[in-house]
């Protein structure tokens, strides 16, 4: 079975600093990959997608993943983060073949410190 | 064009009543996802629906469950004889065709946040 691990709850960094979250996927067949955000109180926006073409993947507010399948990875990555990118990011996996359903990982926790 | 719909935003119920959460999908979407973030955790898939059909329900729990994706009107999903472990937040997603068949994503709403006293 398809499962998503997301390495720390809780990642601080300061103002301008690169932000690293990281994400592995465990599948036997090719995925899709998704990263989510959530800001308190609200539902989930699409920051970005792996759909099988380019492996490095841009989205939107400056944040990139990049899809190493010898790795299993789809870290998430921004050069400079700022004060709003503080919020629960969350990656997700999906498969061809199982209707659609998005399997999550735990969500890690983003603070930005001044 | 308006997003996901869902209602109410927050949903306080005592043990043993009924909670009916509604999901209204984007414009043009016929495909609906629920799903369930307890407290500290990630969300966990529910159930699968295209109208009037239930595709996916393997995360349904077995009792007291159920979801509904009628010709007309929003998709319902219901809790009977809640508990106070169905606190959570209830996501609903839409697609325009299934996650899985060329990868079009899920929009999701803004959840509704069912607290069982």
């Known amino acids: 079975a398809q499962s998503v691990t997301q390495l720390g709850s809780h990642v601080s960094v300061s103002e301008g600093a690169l932000v690293l979250l990281r994400c592995n996927y465990s599948?036997?067949?090719?995925?899709?990959l998704f990263w989510y955000v959530q800001y308190p109180n609200q539902g989930l926006q699409l920051l970005l997608k792996?759909?099988?073409?380019?492996?490095l993947v841009k989205g939107i507010n400056g944040f990139e993943a990049e899809f190493k399948k010898s790795e299993t990875s789809f870290h998430l990555t921004k050069p400079s983060a700022h004060m709003s990118d503080a919020a629960e990011y969350f990656c997700a996996v999906s498969l061809y073949n199982q209707g659609g359903k998005l399997i999550f990982g735990q969500g890690t926790e983003l603070s930005v410190k001044p | 064009n308006a997003g996901v719909m869902q209602n109410p935003r927050h949903l306080v119920r005592r043990r043993g009543q009924e909670a009916r959460l509604r999901c209204s999908p984007m414009k043009g979407h016929s495909h609906v996802y629920w799903y369930r973030q307890l407290p500290e955790e990630g969300l966990k898939f529910m159930v699968y629906?295209?109208?009037?059909?239930?595709?996916?329900e393997s995360g349904m729990p077995k009792e007291r469950f159920s979801a509904e994706f009628p010709k007309e009107g929003p998709s319902i999903l219901r809790i009977q004889q809640v508990v106070r472990g169905d606190s959570a937040a209830y996501f609903c997603a839409s697609s325009q065709i299934p996650t899985g068949q060329g990868s079009h994503e899920q929009y999701f709403g803004p959840g509704t946040r069912l607290t069982v006293t």
């Open positions: 792996y759909t099988s073409a380019a492996t």
């Open positions: 629906l295209q109208k009037e059909n239930i595709i996916d």
């Open positions: 599948s036997s067949v090719p995925p899709y």
